[in-house]
């Protein structure tokens, strides 16, 4: 059984810097994707960063440009979001997000291109 534990979450000041963790179990995504998506109360769920998990690939959403960096450790079949001179408005649910290994080309940045989530990590930034 797949799981993604995400841990990190918490809350921070305007400007602080947060560290999410994202640990699969059960199976290897080595040369597939992982990424994280984030959800707002009232707001959709919206894609922040994804990596290609072979070649070291990263996508970014224009928000956090700049701010923050994925990187993952395959050795650990883990993936990281640091995150730094957070704002409020980065106040949201965190969810980690994995996606095996295909021959076909995908778009990192929707989410039904996921295969397992992790159960989500409250980022709360205060002004």
């Known amino acids: 059984q797949v799981q993604l534990l995400e841990s990190g979450g918490g809350l921070v000041q305007t400007g602080g810097s947060l560290r999410l963790s994202c640990a699969a179990s059960?199976?290897?995504?080595?040369?597939?994707?992982m990424g994280w998506f984030r959800q707002a109360p009232g707001k959709e769920r919206e894609f922040v960063t994804s990596?290609?998990?072979?070649?070291?690939?990263?996508e970014y959403a224009d928000s956090v440009k700049g701010r923050f960096t994925i990187s993952r450790d395959n050795a650990k079949n883990t993936v990281y979001l640091q995150m730094n001179s957070l704002k409020p408005e980065d106040t949201a649910v965190y969810y980690c997000?994995?996606?095996?290994?295909?021959?076909?080309?995908?778009?990192?940045?929707?989410?039904?291109?996921?295969?397992?989530w992790g159960q989500g990590t409250q980022v709360t930034v205060s002004s």
């Open positions: 990596i290609n998990t072979r070649d070291g690939t990263t």
């Open positions: 997000a994995a996606r095996a290994y295909r021959t076909t080309s995908y778009y990192a940045s929707r989410a039904y291109e996921y295969d397992y």
């Open positions: 059960g199976r290897s995504f080595l040369s597939g994707a």
